[in-house]
């Protein structure tokens, strides 16, 4: 008998990569240059991007470089420790304030990645016996949040309302709490939640209600300040990322108080990490100086602009509405939507694919996003570049 020999980890992740490749899945990270995110260098060649979530163009502003230069100086590159361990620093407290009387909530607490914010939340407040409920379509950090925390995690259909009430009905009786969970923009999708009629559903089943505000901070609502305030919604937790249309990277959660206390003391990826560097931190702070400002609304205004520009460009099955810089154009099978991303290259744009599991089986896409540092020029010419791959 021969015996069972187990294959090293290498030859183990050779396979599963040589698989990947067979289907084409493989990814890799392409190698980018210039401190322009819609007119970078890849790989050698001058590209025009409509890859990046620098919605506003901020991450090279030059107000956020020298606030980053300024706290570089101030405070030094990192920040040492846990905010636990060796305290908060000036650049910490000053963008919480911020942000919490930006969005009209008592505080909020920073985290040093948006994907650290969904997981420390969400594994912090639900747990065993408890019921999460999520979009079906949420982003990965939220769906392993759900199933990292112990708490029964249930999911409804995309933006399906009666799905969603259909599982707390017949789910809700049997939990000790109850979270509501939904992206306010979907990344992949373009699709903008129902929040009121969400909020209203949560609050018939007594569950809190979490909202990440990743893509829609900065970039619509009143002054920028998303579509919980658009619609009019308050939720009991709200998410948001700084390196979106903030130009910078981290994010945060905002609320009351006793929800910062509570984050504090049971959020691991808050306690068991270090935390923002500083030079971030200020960064963040100048651009969020510039979002709630007139020249913020003067490139809301661009982008607003630009984005119905390209929408009526398109063919009426790749407009959504309402109008946001997200634009998927599906293809469905991942060839489909390899040849479309390498036949944009060759054009002169940066486009990639979305594949699964990033999206689900059979819709793989094009996601296309705008920003304000994009120029009408560009937009036709992408425009022209796509009409044929999608038949317009």
Do not use: W
Not at 203 to 217: F, M, N, P, Q
Request: glycine share 8%; aromatic share 6%; with cysteine.
């Amino acid at each position: 008998m021969v015996p069972f020999v187990l294959p090293s980890l290498e030859e183990q992740m050779h396979r599963e990569l040589a698989a990947l490749e067979a289907i084409g899945r493989a990814r890799f990270c392409p190698s980018c240059s210039g401190p322009s995110k819609t007119h970078p260098c890849v790989e050698g060649q001058a590209l025009v991007s409509f890859c990046s979530n620098d919605y506003l163009g901020l991450s090279s502003h030059p107000a956020l470089t020298e606030a980053a230069l300024s706290a570089l100086r101030r405070s030094g590159l990192g920040s040492g420790a846990s905010r636990l361990v060796s305290g908060s620093l000036q650049e910490h407290r000053d963008l919480e304030n911020a942000l919490a009387r930006f969005l009209g909530v008592e505080t909020a607490l920073l985290f040093p990645t948006g994907y650290q914010t969904n997981l420390g939340v969400l594994t912090a407040l639900a747990g065993p016996g408890d019921l999460v409920l999520s979009d079906h379509s949420n982003h990965a950090s939220i769906i392993d949040a759900c199933r990292l925390s112990g708490a029964r995690p249930a999911f409804y259909r995309h933006l399906d309302l009666s799905s969603a009430e259909k599982r707390l009905k017949s789910l809700a009786p049997h939990t000790r709490r109850r979270f509501l969970v939904t992206e306010s923009l979907f990344g992949m999708d373009g699709h903008v939640a129902p929040l009121a009629a969400l909020d209203e559903l949560a609050k018939r089943y007594d569950a809190a209600l979490v909202v990440d505000e990743a893509h829609a901070l900065g970039v619509l609502g009143p002054d920028g300040k998303g579509l919980c305030h658009q619609q009019k919604v308050f939720p009991d937790v709200l998410i948001g990322t700084l390196g979106k249309a903030f130009g910078a990277s981290g994010g945060f959660a905002a609320g009351n108080k006793t929800l910062h206390d509570y984050l504090v003391n049971r959020s691991r990826t808050f306690i068991f990490t270090t935390a923002l560097p500083p030079p971030i931190a200020a960064a963040a702070r100048a651009a969020l100086h510039i979002i709630e400002g007139s020249e913020g609304q003067a490139l809301r205004d661009t982008l607003s602009a630009l984005t119905a520009r390209f929408s009526s460009s398109l063919p009426s099955p790749y407009r959504l509405a309402p109008v946001t810089p997200i634009f998927p154009i599906t293809f469905g099978p991942d060839t489909a939507a390899l040849r479309a991303s390498q036949d944009l290259r060759d054009k002169g744009f940066f486009v990639q694919p979305i594949r699964p599991p990033t999206v689900p089986e059979g819709t793989s896409r094009l996601r296309i996003t705008l920003s304000a540092a994009h120029k009408p020029a560009d937009i036709d010419a992408l425009s022209a570049a796509l009409a044929p791959l999608i038949g317009s």
